[in-house]
């Protein structure tokens, strides 16, 4: 399965994906090459549903055309750090994702299992 089959499964509306798409292949070629890694990443990590997908890969698609068309320098979009950045993007998106639902399940894990034992932290 190819990264654009990927994409329309786990999006879904075909139109939402193609229009995404479209949308980066009009921005400036170095806008886009952001994006495009933006994007990988973002298929593995993000949003499981849908609609959540669809509206993160939108917001990351305004956000870019709003830095190209005022000329805002990639860096200062995602800063020293593009997996620090795309993680607190992706933030905004992953309630409900299996990613947060297994963070959420290793805390909860760990908690019991201190509690059982009688630690406490500290």
Known sequence: MNLSDLATKVIGDKRRWRAYK?????LPPNYRTAVDALERYLMFFG????????????????LFERA???????????G??????VEAFLANYTKG???TKE????SNR?????????ETSS
């Open 22 to 26: 479209a949308r980066v292949r009009a």
């Open 47 to 62: 949003a499981s549903d849908g609609d959540g997908a669809a509206s993160m890969f939108e917001d990351m698609a305004d």
């Open 68 to 78: 190209a068309a005022d000329g805002t320098p990639i860096r200062e979009i995602v």
């Open 80 to 85: 020293e750090d593009p997996v620090e950045f």
């Open 97 to 99: 994702g299996w990613v």
């Open 103 to 106: 963070r959420e399940r290793l």
């Open 110 to 118: 760990i908690k019991k299992a201190e509690e059982a034992s009688g």
